[in-house]
T-cell receptor
Framework: GENVEQHPSTLSVQEGDSAVIKCTYS??????FPWYKQELGKGPQLIIDIRSNVGEKKDQRIAVTLNKTAKHFSLHITETQPEDSAVYFCAASTVVNYGGSQGNLIFGKGTKLSVKP | DGGITQSPKYLFRKEGQNVTLSCEQNLNHDAMYWYRQDPGQGLRLIYY???????QKGDIAEGYSVSREKKESFPLTVTSAQKNPTAFYLC???????????FGDGTRLSIL
C-alpha cells in the first residue's frame, strides 16, 4: 500500500525566512496531495492541496510543488510569521475502488515548524 | 456555521469499559472518517464511511466499532478489546472520497 515519508520532523526558522517541507510517496496511482496545519489541541486544517494534473499551486505565502516522476511534493512557506508555527502534515490519496471515487488519505508523520520572532 | 463537532473534548476510560466518541457534521458531506493520532505520529485511519448504513475498516480497526445510521453522525466506540486506547481521536468528513477532508477538533481519550 501507499507510504508517505515527510522531512524534516522539526524545522526552526527566523521570522521572514522561507520554510520548505518535503514529502515522498510510494504509490504511483496517488493523485491527490493535501497539506494540513495543526495547532495545539486542534484538528488539522487544510491549507492547500494539489492534484496530479498540476505541477505547482500557490496561495498567497504558501505554495505546493509536485514531481510525479520522482514521486515527491513539497510545501513552501515564504515570509514566515510567528503564527505559522504549528505541525504540518502532508498526505497522499490512493484509490480504494478501481473505477470508483473513493480515496483514503495516507499521512506523513508531521513537521513541527517553529518561527522565531 | 457549518462544521464538524466532536464531543466530548476529553474522555476517560476505566479498564474493561467501552466508551463512545461522538462526531456530528452539518456540511451535508457523504463521507466520514475516524483517525487516531499518537505523539510524533501521523494520522492513522480507523474506520470510514462513504454513505449511510455502510462503513469500511481502515488500517487499525481492531478494538473499535462504528455505526452510520444518519448522514450527519458517525460515532466511534472504543471497546475493551483495544488495549492501548490512549490517543487523540479525530473525525473528518468530505463531500466524497478523494476530496478535501475537513476535521473536527478531536477528543483526547485517557485511561484511568
Amino acid at each position: 500500500g501507499e507510504n508517505v515519508e515527510q522531512h524534516p520532523s522539526t524545522l526552526s526558522v527566523q521570522e521572514g525566512d522561507s520554510a520548505v517541507i518535503k514529502c515522498t510517496y510510494s504509490d504511483s496511482a496517488s493523485n491527490y496531495f493535501p497539506w494540513y496545519k495543526q495547532e495545539l489541541g486542534k484538528g488539522p486544517q487544510l491549507i492547500i492541496d494539489i492534484r496530479s494534473n498540476v505541477g505547482e499551486k500557490k496561495d498567497q505565502r504558501i505554495a505546493v510543488t509536485l514531481n510525479k516522476t520522482a514521486k515527491h511534493f513539497s510545501l513552501h512557506i515564504t515570509e514566515t510569521q510567528p503564527e505559522d508555527s504549528a505541525v504540518y502534515f502532508c498526505a497522499a490519496s490512493t484509490v480504494v475502488n478501481y473505477g470508483g471515487s473513493q480515496g483514503n488519505l495516507i499521512f506523513g508523520k508531521g513537521t513541527k515548524l517553529s518561527v522565531k520572532p | 456555521d457549518g462544521g464538524i463537532t466532536q464531543s466530548p473534548k476529553y474522555l476517560f476510560r476505566k479498564e474493561g469499559q467501552n466508551v463512545t466518541l461522538s462526531c456530528e457534521q452539518n456540511l451535508n458531506h457523504d463521507a466520514m472518517y475516524w483517525y487516531r493520532q499518537d505523539p510524533g505520529q501521523g494520522l492513522r485511519l480507523i474506520y470510514y464511511s462513504q454513505i449511510v448504513n455502510d462503513f469500511q475498516k481502515g488500517d487499525i480497526a481492531e478494538g473499535y466499532s462504528v455505526s452510520r445510521e444518519k448522514k450527519e453522525s458517525f460515532p466511534l466506540t472504543v471497546t475493551s478489546a483495544q488495549k492501548n486506547p490512549t490517543a487523540f481521536y479525530l473525525c473528518a468528513s468530505s463531500p466524497q472520497g478523494n476530496q478535501p477532508q475537513h476535521f473536527g477538533d478531536g477528543t483526547r481519550l485517557s485511561i484511568l
